[in-house]
């Protein structure tokens, strides 16, 4: 079964600084991995899939797949990065996505 | 934002009582899904539909039924809430790109 773990519920940065999202996924196969945000009073929205390989607000994402990882990174944090994220991954040739825990980053002034 | 409006937004009802939340779209996107947000474990599927009474089960699935008769609704019911079931639902959709595009979400609560 696919499964993807975020193991920081919470996470707590001060502007500027560097902001690493973990994320890491059990798949036997070739996944597909995406990074989810939702933002206080937004929808869940897309920032970024590792197929695409682009910068979204200033993250990026590299699929690590001998560490099955798909880190969220920003060198330099903002105050509207302030949000919840969701790593998922799409199974080959499925439909589906299966999510992860969430992790709720918040950026001090 | 892409077509896709939840119904109703927020409901409190009692243990025992059938509830159905709907999903509509207007992109006519053949995949949509039934996610349930709780903390702690994120979002996880309920039910999906990949076409006009074609549906299957998500992780999640019991105590949950869904139905779709048209393209643009997907209807997901619960025939007798549970207090379990107090959750934020939310409604996706997807077309040929694979990306999802979410509905607001429905606050449910059980008493």
């Known amino acids: 079964a696919q499964r993807v773990t975020q193991p920081e519920k919470l996470l707590s940065v001060f502007k500027g600084a560097p902001v690493e999202l973990k994320c890491n996924y059990s798949y036997s196969g070739s996944p597909e991995l995406f990074w989810y945000v939702q933002y206080s009073r937004q929808r869940l929205q897309l920032l970024l899939r590792?197929?695409s390989r682009e910068s979204i607000k200033g993250f990026t994402a590299d699929l690590n797949k001998g560490e099955t990882s798909f880190h969220l990174k920003k060198p330099f944090a903002q105050e509207e990065d302030s949000a919840m994220y969701y790593c998922a991954l799409r199974a080959g040739g499925a439909q589906k996505l299966v999510f992860g825990q969430g992790t709720r980053l918040t950026i001090n002034p | 934002d892409a077509g896709i409006t939840q119904s109703p937004r927020h409901k409190v009802t009692e243990t025992g009582t059938p509830v159905t939340l709907r999903c509509h779209q207007t992109e006519n996107h053949r995949y949509m899904y039934w996610y349930r947000q709780d903390p702690g474990h994120g979002l996880r599927l309920i039910h999906y539909?990949?076409?006009?009474?074609?549906?299957d089960k998500g992780e999640v699935s019991d105590g949950y039924s869904v139905s779709r008769s048209k393209t643009e609704d997907f209807l997901l019911t619960l025939e007798s809430a549970t207090s379990s079931q107090t959750s934020v639902y939310f409604c996706?959709?997807?077309?040929?790109?694979?990306?999802?595009?979410f509905g607001e979400g429905s606050r449910l609560t059980v008493l």
């Open positions: 590792h197929i």
């Open positions: 996706a959709i997807s077309g040929t790109t694979g990306e999802l595009f």
């Open positions: 539909s990949y076409g006009v009474k074609d549906t």
